[in-house]
């Protein structure tokens, strides 16, 4: 017993292993249930009372030996197969590359903000519109520019199926599920069929809001988009409506701000009128509300819709639309500390 001891202590101690998986073989050829040493073991039982103190001592020996020089075996071989696949454990490590918001989300979520805090809640709606949410049911005539292939993107096996061009089509899926009061404020994707330049793009981002209740009036939309540019551009910041013509708005209006660069003196960027156009705006036209299942003899409300590159073309000076759908990293990492 002694010397089959002795013998396997010295088979032990030569052990040599070129992997992982030579390790795991010798662990089960020796230290396993089955294993050698168990066998010794289990021997240990037929051993004479006086030599029992001895041989237990040297199985013991053997026992840790060998588990000793297994994990030496397995580290050894751990460390040659990181050392192969050229992995330094000890090097400082690079600094996590983190990414940033693109503009449009941080513009996007800046007006999105600036409005619930008016009390105004988020509505969205497809961008894969049909013709009755984005035109008809918006008081365009069945013969409106607007309809036409030059500005719409139609799906081709569904003539009555489009990209939406603006988020007003959210305005009639609001109203047409919820009655007033309504006070919404709608962001989205609208696509245009233009030629991509710097100054035009075949889609862009609009946000879109919609005020009905009773009572609502033009006073009302004013003082809310005065708070809103004063809040997006500073509080230094100067508002004017001028009146223009939307098929779903009556009154409808166009609002600018005061140049966000020189304040209104005149510079290259107002080219020297001292205001930038910003949104288009109005009283919801009483035929909207109707065709959207709303009485207006009842109630009255205010729309207004605004472009998003737009916003954040003013804000950050982005002087190529096409900057923001490009992923240029170098581009959208400028943004990150405006996160
Ligand atoms: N839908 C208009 C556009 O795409 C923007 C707009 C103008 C929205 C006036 C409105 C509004 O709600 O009242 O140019």
């Not at 013709?131 to 036409?148: I, K």
């Not at 919801?284 to 109630?299: F, H, K, M």
Request: proline content about 4%.
């Amino acid at each position: 017993m002694l010397e089959k001891i002795q013998k396997l202590i010295e088979e032990v101690n030569a052990l040599q292993a070129k992997n992982a998986e030579e390790v795991e073989a010798l662990r089960i050829k020796y230290l396993s249930k089955k294993g050698e040493i168990t066998a010794v073991m289990a021997d240990f039982r037929t051993v004479p009372a006086e030599m029992k103190k001895e041989v237990g001592m040297r199985i013991n020996e053997l026992k840790n030996l060998a588990q000793e020089k297994i994990n030496a075996l397995r580290d050894a071989v751990q460390v040659e197969q990181t050392a192969g696949s050229d992995l330094d454990l000890t090097r400082t490590p690079y600094p996590v590359k983190l990414g940033a918001r693109h503009p449009l989300t941080i513009v996007k979520n800046e007006i999105v903000d600036i409005f619930s805090r008016m009390g105004f809640t988020l509505a969205e709606g497809p961008e894969v519109e049909d013709d009755w949410h984005v035109y008809s049911s918006m008081n365009f005539a069945d013969d409106h520019p607007a309809r036409d292939m030059q500005d719409t993107f139609f799906v081709e096996a569904h003539p009555d199926i489009i990209l939406r061009s603006h988020t007003s089509s959210v305005q009639a899926r609001v109203m047409e599920r919820q009655q007033p009061p309504i006070r919404v404020i709608c962001p989205g994707r609208v696509y245009r069929n233009e030629a991509v330049s710097a100054r035009a793009h075949c889609f862009f981002h609009q946000v879109e809001g919609l005020y009905v209740d009773k009572n609502v009036s033009f006073a009302d939309l004013k003082q809310v988009l005065l708070l809103f540019a004063q809040e997006m551009f500073g509080t230094d910041t100067k508002i004017r409506l001028r009146p223009s013509y939307f098929p779903f708005t009556e009154p409808s209006a166009e609002m600018d701000v005061s140049c966000t660069i020189c304040g209104g003196k005149g510079c290259s960027m107002c080219k020297g009128a001292g205001w930038l156009e910003i949104l288009g705006c109005g009283m919801v036209d009483p035929a909207v509300l109707e065709a959207n299942g709303i009485d207006s003899t009842q109630y009255t409300g205010y729309a207004f819709g605004m472009g998003i590159e737009r916003i954040a073309n003013l804000k950050y000076q982005v002087k190529d639309l096409r900057l923001f759908s490009e992923n240029d990293v170098r581009f959208l990492d400028e943004f990150k500390s405006a996160n």
